[in-house]
């Protein structure tokens, strides 16, 4: 392998790319609080953390998804800084390092383990009923979704006797989470009762999982701040989330939509490939959009160029966030490298980047059996991961 350049030590590289590596179970803190697609290794998220960025640094996710980065950045006393335009991702980073206090956390545990039993899609309300009709629950009325659509509409009836926004909050976030379980891609019915001991059983691990993480930040001297864009926010224009902070990101740690690889990122999938709308409903959030929205463009139009048009408009607004002397640390999938990874770097370049390692030092993995389709002749169920680090040029 040849000699990574001098912006990375050799021995800092050997840990990044072995972390990057790493395929263990995703796990700790609250990581655990949703499954989000083509999410990082939290592993791979820590170790670039603290390698590259120092206690009390800025360190920047302009593409949170389900907010790994976030979480361990706040984990480390960094100030932690999330974007992403997908409001579901907000959410959850939100949910992910919002601490509760004492009374909240004896709430919650008296819902999961006195009001959720006692779910039942019989009493659904005037309200529950409303959003029964609704197109936010679009393709769960069919066979495997049917049960679970009531006793859900009633579970989120109920999120209104928890005392506070964060409570609720925490809570939708566990219903978010056993929802995903029973429904995206399941193949056999789940029953009511084992819908109902599930989302108590979550909710209690997630319970010691922000525990845990609250445990964690309270460690720092000074309690890590997090910031996180409102809903929607595109990264082509991040200065408004960094108005307030009169300083630059030292370090960026992050994973761009994947040209060439179509992933549904904002949807479930129930009763084979019906698509439903599912989590907007549950959080409350907005969604509206198409999967391309979420894609850097339509999955057919990576060829032609608006993949690369949308990255490089991102790219440029990051390059204006970043400090002189910060550091870009991506983990990127390509449908089909050969043709796809030049002009990404192109692209890199154009927005003001260059590469810190050489081209041998790439280090590539495999990643076998993810839930997404990559649009090239040959390629179904895999697709091939790179990290990629950069400096402002
Ligand atoms: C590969 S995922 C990131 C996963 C994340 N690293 C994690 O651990 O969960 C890419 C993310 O980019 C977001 N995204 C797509 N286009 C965007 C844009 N123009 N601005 C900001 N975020 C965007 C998607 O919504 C998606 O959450």
């Not at 990576?302 to 910060?326: C, K, N, P, Q």
């Amino acid at each position: 392998m040849t000699q990574p350049a001098s912006t990375l030590h050799p021995e800092i590289f050997e840990r990044l790319s072995g972390a990057a590596q790493d395929q263990s179970r995703v796990s700790g803190l609250t990581h655990g609080f949703y499954r989000y697609p083509a999410r990082f290794s939290p592993k791979f998220a820590a170790t670039a953390i603290e390698q590259l960025s120092e206690p009390g640094d800025l360190v920047l996710d302009p593409y949170m998804g389900g907010g790994t980065v976030i979480v361990e950045a706040a984990a480390r006393g960094r100030l932690a800084v999330g974007n992403d335009i997908n409001s579901l991702s907000t959410f959850l980073a939100k949910a992910k390092t919002t601490r509760l206090t004492v009374a909240e956390i004896e709430a919650v545990t008296y819902w999961a383990l006195e009001v959720v039993p006692g779910l039942n899609y019989r009493a659904s309300s005037a309200q529950s009923l409303d959003a029964l009709a609704s197109e936010k629950t679009k393709n769960l009325s069919l066979p495997r979704g049917r049960f679970i659509k009531k006793v859900l509409a009633t579970a989120l009836a109920s999120i209104d006797e928890l005392p506070s926004v964060n409570a609720a909050e925490f809570v939708r976030c566990a219903v978010l989470n056993v929802s995903q379980w029973a429904l995206d891609g399941r193949k056999t019915h789940t029953s009511v009762e084992e819908f109902r001991r599930k989302l108590s059983k979550t909710t209690i691990e997630m319970i010691q999982g922000i525990k845990e993480f609250s445990s964690t930040v309270s460690q720092h001297k000074r309690l890590p701040k997090i910031i996180l864009s409102n809903g929607n926010a595109n990264a082509i224009d991040l200065l408004p989330i960094f108005a307030k902070q009169g300083r630059r990101a030292k370090l960026i740690v992050t994973s761009p939509p994947y040209p060439g690889v179509h992933v549904l990122y904002h949807r479930w999938q129930v009763d084979g490939r019906r698509e439903t709308p599912a989590p907007y409903w549950i959080t409350q959030r907005t969604d509206g959009q198409g999967s391309s929205y979420y894609c850097f463009g339509d999955r057919r139009s990576h060829e032609s160029g608006a993949y690369f048009d949308t990255a490089f408009e991102t790219l440029r607004s990051i390059r204006r966030v970043i400090a002189d002397d910060g550091l870009m640390v991506q983990l990127i999938a390509f449908s089909n490298p050969k043709k796809q990874l030049p002009r990404y770097l192109e692209v890199m370049q154009l927005a003001g980047f260059s590469e810190s390692l050489q081209l041998e030092a790439r280090i590539w993995r495999e990643v076998p059996n993810r839930k997404w389709h990559a649009h090239a002749r040959g390629v179904t169920n895999s697709a091939r991961e790179v990290l990629l680090v950069h400096t402002p040029a």
